[in-house]
């Protein structure tokens, strides 16, 4: 089973960036497409970015396009999500995803993955 940490988060005001990563176990990372979800109270998940298995290809939901960034490193099996210019409305629990498939691609939907962290949290104060 592959398991997937998260960590970087935390509280931090409204303008200001946090950089979450995403540690990944398996000797196939390599070749999973990774992404980021969150979800806030009382909201459903929700994409964020998704990176596929060379890091060649990036997708971001239109809230995070310009403001977020999504990277991956396959020799340290880990995947980051670089936030900026962050808002109140992107408090959420941030939760890594892998599609644990040969060379998967940049999904966009959470049905598309196999694994998941358990998340980390983002409060972003006004």
């Known amino acids: 089973q592959v398991q997937l940490v998260e960590s970087g988060g935390g509280l931090v005001q409204a303008g200001g960036s946090l950089r979450l990563s995403c540690a990944a176990s398996?000797?196939?990372?390599?070749?999973?497409?990774m992404g980021w979800f969150r979800q806030a109270p009382g909201k459903e998940r929700e994409f964020v970015a998704a990176?596929?298995?060379?890091?060649?290809?990036?997708r971001y939901a239109d809230s995070a396009k310009g403001r977020f960034f999504i990277a991956r490193d396959n020799v340290r099996n880990t995947v980051s999500l670089q936030m900026n210019s962050l808002r109140p409305e992107d408090t959420a629990v941030y939760v890594c995803?892998?599609?644990?498939?040969?060379?998967?691609?940049?999904?966009?939907?959470?049905?598309?993955?196999?694994?998941w962290g358990q998340g980390t949290q983002v409060t972003v104060s006004s």
């Open positions: 398996g000797r196939t990372f390599s070749s999973y497409g």
């Open positions: 995803a892998a599609q644990a498939v040969p060379w998967g691609l940049a999904r966009v939907t959470a049905q598309e993955y196999d694994y």
């Open positions: 990176i596929d298995w060379s890091g060649t290809m990036t």
